[in-house]
Nanobody
């Protein structure tokens, strides 16, 4: 069974930085695209950044230039370096991975890690 676990969230002051990690574990053959999302109370889930298995990344406009996604295929892990954080970045941050398992391919989600940015 494939599992995703996020870590690295916490409380930070406005202008500060955090680095999130997401590790994929379990039995699988390959991981295609991985990505970071966030969801604040009362808001829809928002895609922030995605990265292909070859390292090609894309970002939503609201985080472009402030957040950086990276990937370590040997560790089945992606990271999100978040700089110049703002109070409006406060949310639960989740990762998603498109995983090739023995008999199926599909998306898996982690449970999320809370990021709180104080003003």
């Amino acid at each position: 069974q494939v599992q995703l676990v996020e870590s690295g969230g916490g409380l930070v002051q406005s202008g500060g930085s955090l680095r999130l990690s997401c590790v994929v574990s379990g039995t699988f053959l390959r991981i295609y695209t991985m990505g970071w999302y966030r969801q604040a109370p009362g808001n829809q889930r928002e895609e922030l950044a995605g990265i292909s298995e070859y390292g090609s990344a894309h970002y939503t406009d609201s985080v472009k230039g402030r957040f950086t996604i990276s990937r370590d295929n040997d560790k089945n892990t992606i990271y999100l370096q978040m700089d110049s954080l703002r109070p409006e970045d406060t949310a639960v941050y989740l990762c998603k991975a498109n995983v090739v398992e023995l008999s199926t391919t599909g998306d898996h989600w982690g449970r999320g890690t809370q990021v709180t940015v104080s003003s």
